[in-house]
């Protein structure tokens, strides 16, 4: 009879990609266009609590930073799922999808 072994969790990314991402947030250009764009300089806090608890659960398996890290990335998700769609999404394509374009208009 073979055995299963259960595979370990591992952080949904890369301890280097929440470091990649803080690096990005504080860089001077993004934290410009940031500014320009909504006003504000933008918070990066949590890109290095994310890579401070990603290389806890590297070093001590702890449960506490993969129940954070967890928790941080489905607050991530839910952050971008609650803008709405600037355009109306089609559910099949206009009837007339196959005729040429009208080149004089």
Request: glycine share 0%; proline share 8%.
């Amino acid at each position: 009879m073979e055995q299963t072994r259960a595979i370990p969790w591992r952080p949904p990314r890369s301890c280097e990609d929440y470091w990649s991402e803080f690096k990005l947030c504080t860089s001077l250009w993004n934290r410009f266009h940031h500014y320009y764009t909504y006003g504000a300089a933008p918070s990066c806090q949590q890109w290095r609590e994310d890579y401070n608890t990603c290389r806890e659960w590297e070093r001590n398996k702890d449960t506490k930073a993969k129940e954070e890290l967890q928790k941080s990335e489905r607050n991530r998700v839910a952050e971008q799922q609650k803008f709405t769609p600037v355009w109306e999404l089609r559910k099949e394509p206009p009837k007339d999808w196959h005729m040429p374009l009208n080149q004089e208009k």
